[in-house]
Every structure is written in structure tokens, then in C-alpha cells.
């Protein structure tokens, strides 16, 4: 497992292929205090006007604010805005 | 994003609520089968409001059933809302339409033709001319072959430098460069006179060549020759050249002016009353009574066409009258105010005349009184240039 996904890495590394699209890795983008767009991830566990909970591919996200909205929602990215307090983050995958 | 999100306002799309426990899950589902969510807010835990579009609609119906949400409209947006709305009003519709059509067949003619850069032609007679060569107000847009009027109107008219056309909307816009009449020049090898072009008193007689026919102090008038274009040897004979040279002379310019000493002065009251009328190509259509309630007023009209946007002529005018009260007054002048209106109005009118107002040399004025009038006459003396020069015809 550990082996091939070097391997992989490697031959990558090679063709020069952006990390986002190659690997499932989340990529999260905060434009101010106010608007964060998560690409890549796999499912809502958790919505609410205060929490927003959303699992990726290699762990949890937790988003703490106010008056949080999705803004848009597509099947690999979504943009939330409101007054966002915190972002912290739950691994799932071991090394 | 924002392309898909256009998409579905044209499509139309709904604002929904959808309540119940697992929402989550709904909008995992919905992420899943592609169906866009947008500006989502959850109100309460148990509360969503979200956007949808029409079509995925039917399928987040069966998604609410599957994960037991309740699910209920609560506006409904977009083109195919606000059409069905006036599906009603066939009438409004089938006047829309007629107004569309109409504009977009009005559109295809011609409704105004502006010309600008004339200062000595008439607008009137360029825009005859322009309707003898195919351009006039009400042909179609696409019959305007504008190389060919413009070819046309540069041949038939000699006091035409440059012609450009230009169609904007309805509008035509001819833009006229004139033409300074070319005087004529007679060619150097031929023979040729000078001759006086006004009459007057000679001041000073300057012949480059040929023979000065004229002495300072003669009085002479329109038409005599000045400068023969000859020349007289003891040898040779008469031998005839191209006179050149510069004559001067005095040139009395002499203007009338008869004032009466009683006189009927109208001026304008404040009151005034419009009346509007609407012109469609010859069809005048009135909006008033033609009698006007004043005994005696002036009357200015005005004409305003119609226009959509900046260049959309329509074939529709709006005449403005407007009167204006008058009333009479009586008055009478003393001699002096009379003399000074008459000198006043004499000088203005020859000031016209003259070209170059440094030259003038002396002013006479001179006044007749009578009972009833003065008459003024004032005489202005100006040094010119009155040479001009004329083909001998042999």
C-alpha cells in the first residue's frame, strides 16, 4: 500500500500534476473572515446556523461561526459565508 | 457557478423549506445525484431554506420522502414564473408584440435627415437636392446606396467640396464640406485688362505692367478699365501683355435710415398660451381651438421629433404654439432720440457691408427733418481695392 502510493507520488512529481487534482487532499480557500471554499470534499455530516461539519477524504473538517450559509454546493466543491470563528480539523487517515 | 445560476433563472426555480431531522443527509443526496443547491440557511435544527431549480425539483421530492422531510414551496422565481403570470393578460401580450413588431419595422426606414458643416446653402435645398438623387425622408434603410447619391450630388452640385453619409438608427447624418467659389484665374500668357469693380475716386494707381488708363483724383465708376493691358513703344508698336498691378481708391458706401416720430410700439405682455399638435408625415393632428384668445399676439412654433433612444427617429412630430400677448403703445420721439435710433440703425447695416472696418476713412452723416420723420444718411468713405482683372476679347 505504502509502496505504490510512492510510487504514485513520484510519477507525479514528474508530469508536474497540480496536488489537488491528483491527490483527494481537501483544498480550502478563506477569502477574508467571511467566505471559505472547500474543494474536494466528500459529504455534510453536520449543518447548522453555528457549526458546519464536513468530512473529506483524510479527516473532518469543523467550521464554528454565525450565521452560516452554503452558498453553493456542487458535487466536489462548496463555498460557505457568514462570520466564521474557527476552522479545526479531525485526521482519520493514519500515516 | 454564476452560469449555472443564470441558467436556472431562465429555467425558472423555487425557494424551498424542508423540514425535518436529517437534513444532512438530504443535502448529501442531493450533492451526490447533481442537483445544485444554492444560498442554503438553515432558520432552526430542523429547518432549511434553499434553492432549487424546476427541474431537479421532483427529484428532491423523492429525496425529502426517502430521508422524511417535509418539503414546501415558498417563492417561486425565474422567466417562466413571471411569463405564466401574464399568460392571462392575451390582450397585453398581443400589444407587446404589436409594439415590438412595430418598432422593429419602423426601425427600417428613414425618419430624419440631419445635415451639418453648411453655413451658405440652405438646409432645404441640400435636402431637395438629396431627394432628387433617392434619399428621402421615408425611403427604406437598405435602398440607400450612399456611394451613388454621393457621387451624384458631388457631380451636380459644384459648391459641394465633400459629402459623407452616415445612417445611425433612423437618422441620417449628411456632413457637407462647401466649396469656396474659385475665382477666375486668367492664365499668365494671356492678355488681359484691369477693371474696376466698384466706383469711387482713385487714390493711387500702382501698374506692375501695362498702361495706367486712370489718374489720381479721377472719379471713376463700375467697369472702367484701369490698367490697359498693353504697352506703347516708339519701335515696336502695340504689344499686348497681361496688365498687372494694384489700383485704390476711395469707395463711398451710403445707407437711408427714415425714422417716424410717432410710432406704434407693440411689446410682449407675460401672458401666453401653448397649443399642441401631433404631425405624422402630412397628417396634422390638432389639439386646441384655432382661435386664440388674444386680439393680437405673436406666434412661435415649434416642432420636436420623436425619438427612441439617441438616433431612433420615429415618424411622429409634436408641433408646439406657443402666443404671445401684444400690446400697442403709442410714443413719441424728440428729434434727438430720433437722429441718434436713425445714424444708429444706418451704420449697423453698412458695418455689414464693409469688410475691413480699419480702412474706413471719414463718416458723413446727414439728417433731413421734417413734422412727421428724420431721415438720416450716413456715408461712409472706405479705401479698397478695386482692381480686378478682365480678358481682352479681341
Not at chain 2, 397585453?92 to 413588431?101: N, R, T
Request: proline letters at 2%.
Amino acid at each position: 500500500m505504502k509502496k505504490t502510493k510512492k510510487k504514485q507520488n513520484r510519477f507525479e512529481e514528474l508530469l508536474e500534476i497540480p496536488k489537488e487534482i491528483s491527490s483527494e487532499e481537501p483544498k480550502l480557500t478563506i477569502m477574508g473572515f467571511e467566505e471559505l471554499l472547500i474543494e474536494n470534499y466528500k459529504s455534510i455530516l453536520e449543518y447548522q446556523d453555528f457549526y458546519v461539519r464536513l468530512s473529506t477524504h483524510i479527516g473532518i473538517v469543523n467550521i464554528n461561526g454565525f450565521e452560516l450559509k452554503l452558498n453553493e454546493m456542487t458535487n466536489d466543491d462548496i463555498l460557505i459565508t457568514g462570520k466564521i470563528d474557527s476552522i479545526d480539523f479531525e485526521k482519520t487517515v493514519d500515516e | 457557478m454564476y452560469t449555472q445560476i443564470l441558467k436556472n433563472y431562465l429555467l425558472g426555480y423555487v425557494r424551498v423549506t424542508i423540514e425535518g431531522y436529517f437534513i444532512e443527509r438530504l443535502i448529501n443526496l442531493c450533492v451526490k445525484k447533481g442537483i445544485l443547491l444554492w444560498k442554503s440557511n438553515r432558520k432552526k435544527s430542523t429547518l432549511l431554506e434553499t434553492n432549487v431549480s424546476i427541474q431537479d425539483f421532483k427529484t428532491i421530492v423523492e429525496i425529502a420522502k426517502q430521508t422524511k422531510c417535509r418539503i414546501k414551496i415558498k417563492q417561486k422565481k425565474g422567466l417562466p414564473f413571471v411569463f405564466h403570470k401574464y399568460k392571462k393578460r392575451k390582450i397585453f401580450f398581443i400589444f407587446l408584440c404589436f409594439i415590438v413588431v412595430g418598432i422593429l419595422f419602423l426601425s427600417n426606414f428613414v425618419w430624419n435627415i440631419e445635415i451639418i458643416g453648411n453655413s451658405t446653402i440652405p438646409t432645404e435645398e441640400i435636402i431637395q437636392s438629396l431627394k432628387e438623387e433617392g434619399l428621402r425622408i421615408g425611403i427604406i434603410k437598405n435602398k440607400i446606396d450612399s456611394k451613388s447619391i454621393i457621387n451624384k450630388m458631388r457631380l451636380n452640385r459644384n459648391d459641394l467640396a465633400w459629402i459623407g453619409m452616415e445612417v445611425k438608427g433612423t437618422n441620417v447624418i449628411v456632413k457637407i464640406v462647401e466649396a469656396d467659389k474659385k475665382p477666375d484665374i486668367i492664365p499668365e500668357d494671356e492678355y488681359c485688362n484691369i477693371v474696376a469693380t466698384k466706383s469711387g475716386r482713385i487714390v493711387k494707381v500702382n501698374a506692375v505692367n501695362g498702361t495706367p488708363l486712370v489718374k489720381e483724383g479721377d472719379i471713376i465708376k463700375e467697369g472702367t478699365p484701369l490698367i490697359g493691358g498693353w504697352l506703347e513703344g516708339k519701335y515696336t508698336g502695340t504689344r499686348y501683355v497681361h496688365a498687372n498691378g494694384s489700383v485704390q481708391a476711395k469707395v463711398w458706401y451710403e445707407e437711408k435710415e427714415k425714422i417716424e416720430l410717432k410710432q406704434v410700439i407693440t411689446s410682449k405682455t407675460q401672458s401666453k398660451e401653448t397649443k399642441y399638435s401631433v404631425r405624422i408625415n402630412n397628417f396634422t393632428i390638432n389639439f386646441y381651438k384655432t382661435l386664440s384668445k388674444f386680439q393680437k399676439y405673436d406666434t412661435i412654433e415649434e416642432n420636436k421629433k420623436l425619438k427612441l433612444f439617441s438616433d431612433f427617429y420615429l415618424p411622429i412630430e409634436i408641433l408646439k404654439k406657443t402666443n404671445y400677448e401684444l400690446v400697442e403703445q403709442e410714443k413719441t420721439y424728440t428729434k434727438e432720440e430720433a437722429k441718434e435710433i436713425a445714424s444708429n440703425q444706418a451704420k449697423m447695416r453698412l458695418e455689414n457691408q464693409i469688410k475691413e472696418k480699419e480702412n474706413i476713412l471719414n463718416t458723413y452723416i446727414n439728417y433731413q427733418e421734417t413734422e412727421n420723420y428724420i431721415e438720416a444718411q450716413v456715408i461712409y468713405e472706405v479705401l479698397e481695392e478695386i482692381g480686378t482683372k478682365e480678358k481682352i476679347v479681341f
